[in-house]
């Protein structure tokens, strides 16, 4: 007998197994209840009594050793096919990938924040509008080109019914919604009738400034202008006005910043100028606040216009203003704004 537990001692000392199916088959051979182990324990009683305590003793660690050894198998062997396939339970799980705000809505959000701390609220309008909130409200002389088919985009039932081809229509709403003093900002997208390129498209963006007020000067709106560029651009932002045209304003004044890429010193950006083109600005034309109700000797008040995909261009060094409206998840993932 005790030959016999030996020899069993060796065999299971000695087994190996590639697969759980073996050390599966290795179990029920040895431990199961028609296995070698249990007809050893059931010769028991064959054995005589004096060497019935070393057989007893010998068949018990037989059987600890045979189930050591399948337990000890399956661990290696799990642990093994775990690594195989990759799973590793102990690892921490995949973070959830954050997304990031569009190029876009970080600068107008930035815009809109720069604005906000001068007392201005936000104000929205529609995207479809009639002529006179796109134009006429506006003091655009009939014959305006800007009017003209080439810019405009017209629904062809009702040439009255167009896509609004700029921001300044809200201030038709807000003069005439409003109560005054009247501080609003208005950013919002715009559509022009333009071939699409690196440098126009047919849907963009633009955030308007108006402010209508008692004794409001053409003073504060250059302090505007000024503390804009500074917080936007950088404290060494300077500003430059240049004499311009806008039938809804009078004066009217298109703005430079110097370049932030050369300090002003002149580089490709710039095209060698050291100022970089803005916006468009002015005080409210007379004519537009009597067109809509308001009394030019006791009111006046400045307006003005910028292209958010021109400030964000800028801004980033990005060079086609398409890469705005593909939504490439390469280009969007590298705009994160501080604190989100
Ligand atoms: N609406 C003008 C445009 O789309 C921009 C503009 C210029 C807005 C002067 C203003 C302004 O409010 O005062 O080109």
Redesign the pocket.
């Known amino acids: 007998m005790l030959d016999k537990i030996k020899n069993l001692l060796d065999e299971l000392n000695g087994f190996s197994a590639t697969t759980l199916e073996e050390i599966e088959q290795f179990r029920i051979k040895h431990l199961s209840k028609k296995g070698s182990i249990a007809s050893l324990f059931a010769d028991f009683k064959t054995v005589p009594n004096e060497e019935k305590k070393a057989v007893g003793q010998a068949l018990n660690e037989l059987k600890t050793v045979a189930m050591d050894k399948v337990n000890a198998l399956k661990e290696s062997f799990t642990g093994a096919e775990f690594g195989k396939s990759g799973l590793d339970l102990t690892l921490s799980g995949d973070p959830v990938k954050l997304g990031s705000r569009h190029p876009l809505s970080l600068v107008r959000n930035e815009i809109t924040e720069i604005f906000a701390r001068l007392g201005f609220t936000i104000s929205e309008g529609p995207e479809i509008e009639d002529d006179w909130h796109n134009f006429s409200a506006?003091n655009f002389p009939e014959e305006h080109p800007?009017r003209d088919m080439q810019d405009t985009f017209f629904i062809e039932k009702n040439p009255d019914v167009i896509l609004r081809?700029?921001?300044?229509s809200v201030?038709v709403h807000d003069l005439q919604e409003m109560e005054l003093p009247i501080r609003c900002l208005t950013p919002g997208r715009?559509f022009r009738n333009e071939a699409i390129s690196a440098r126009a498209h047919c849907i963009f963006h633009?955030i308007?400034?108006?402010y209508v007020d008692e004794k409001v000067s053409f003073a504060d709106l250059k302090q505007t202008l000024t503390y804009f560029a500074k917080e936007f651009f950088g404290e060494k932002t300077e500003i430059r006005l240049r004499p311009?045209y806008?039938p809804?304003?009078e004066p009217?004044?298109?703005v430079d910043v110097t370049c932030s890429l050369c300090g002003g010193k002149g580089c490709n950006v710039c095209k060698g100028t050291g100022w970089l083109e803005i916006?468009?600005?002015?005080?409210?034309d007379p004519n537009v606040l009597e067109l809509n109700g308001i009394d030019s000797k006791k009111y006046s008040g400045?307006?003005?216009?910028?292209?958010i995909e021109r400030i964000t261009m800028l801004k980033y060094g990005i060079k086609d203003l398409r890469l705005f409206f593909e939504n490439d998840i390469r280009f969007l993932e590298q705009f994160t704004a501080a604190g989100f």
Request: glycine share 12%; proline share 0%; aromatic share 10%.
């Open positions: 506006l800007a081809t700029h921001t300044s201030q715009v633009q308007e400034a108006l311009s806008f809804f304003t009217s004044a298109e916006l468009g600005c002015g005080m409210v400045f307006a003005l216009g910028m292209g």
